[in-house]
């Protein structure tokens, strides 16, 4: 149903080279990326921005990540096969498809109704099987906690108390932290229920939006 050409593989691995040389080392996260057709994200006018190290609006005011901030984050996550994660911020569905692809176990959530409506029905298309859920992620998704990591993928200005909470002993949150136009990225990690951080780059996300997030 989708076309994944030699041209298009080709990108990819230029692409991985270049997250590579940028200082991207996890071996099983540029495998990922190097298997994930990022080209079918996008419009077919557009397709020769896919491959690009660059973020790209995706409409709703909401963009698909840069790939080497989707490959950052990942990283920083440690992330093992059988790992329960919760995503906040599904958007394209990219991010998403990474985490799949490296054996964990997903829950995505999305506060636009008309993105998650097109993420939903789009990538088990692809072959990928996240669950699901509508509503607001700066509250995490109760429910379904504990996760053994949560990756936020909008800028907050500050650290939900509703993540964290829902993090597992020994777990890890990536969330970042800022003002509306530029964010340091945060890891957390829940070591004997104490919360240590680290601090790593500054990054631009689009804002995190709820009750714990940007109000609207």
Request: aromatic share 10%.
């Given at each position: 149903m989708f076309?994944?050409?030699?041209?298009?593989?080709?990108?990819?691995?230029?692409?991985?080279?270049k997250l590579t040389e940028?200082?991207?080392?996890?071996?099983?996260?540029?495998?990922?990326?190097?298997?994930?057709?990022?080209h079918v994200f996008f419009e077919n006018a557009l397709l020769e921005h896919a491959y690009?190290?660059?973020?790209?609006?995706i409409g709703e005011g909401q963009t698909i990540s840069q790939p080497y901030t989707?490959?950052?984050?990942?990283e920083k996550l440690e992330i093992k096969p059988g790992d329960k994660v919760l995503e906040i911020g599904t958007g394209s569905g990219y991010q998403a498809c990474?985490?799949?692809?490296?054996?964990?176990?997903?829950?995505?959530?999305?506060?636009?109704?008309?993105?998650?409506?097109?993420?939903?029905?789009?990538l088990p298309q692809l072959g990928y099987k996240p669950y699901f859920f509508y509503g607001d992620g700066s509250k995490g998704l109760p429910a379904k906690a504990p996760?053994?990591?949560?990756?936020?993928?909008?800028?907050?200005?500050?650290?939900?108390?509703?993540?964290?909470?829902?993090?597992?002993?020994?777990?890890?949150?990536?969330?970042?932290?800022?003002?509306?136009?530029?964010?340091?990225?945060?890891?957390?990690?829940?070591?004997?229920?104490?919360l240590v951080k680290e601090e790593f780059d500054n990054f631009a996300f689009v804002?995190?939006?709820g009750e714990e997030g940007w109000r609207k």
């Amino acid at each position: 149903m989708f076309e994944d050409s030699y041209k298009q593989r080709g990108l990819r691995q230029k692409l991985v080279r270049k997250l590579t040389e940028k200082g991207i080392k996890d071996e099983r996260v540029l495998s990922a990326i190097n298997r994930v057709p990022r080209h079918v994200f996008f419009e077919n006018a557009l397709l020769e921005h896919a491959y690009q190290d660059k973020a790209f609006p995706i409409g709703e005011g909401q963009t698909i990540s840069q790939p080497y901030t989707v490959a950052f984050q990942t990283e920083k996550l440690e992330i093992k096969p059988g790992d329960k994660v919760l995503e906040i911020g599904t958007g394209s569905g990219y991010q998403a498809c990474i985490l799949l692809e490296m054996g964990a176990k997903v829950y995505t959530i999305e506060y636009n109704r008309k993105l998650y409506e097109l993420t939903r029905s789009f990538l088990p298309q692809l072959g990928y099987k996240p669950y699901f859920f509508y509503g607001d992620g700066s509250k995490g998704l109760p429910a379904k906690a504990p996760f053994d990591k949560i990756i936020v993928t909008a800028g907050a200005p500050v650290v939900p108390a509703a993540l964290t909470d829902q993090l597992a002993e020994g777990g890890i949150l990536i969330i970042p932290v800022g003002n509306r136009e530029k964010q340091v990225m945060l890891r957390i990690r829940k070591l004997n229920g104490e919360l240590v951080k680290e601090e790593f780059d500054n990054f631009a996300f689009v804002p995190l939006l709820g009750e714990e997030g940007w109000r609207k």
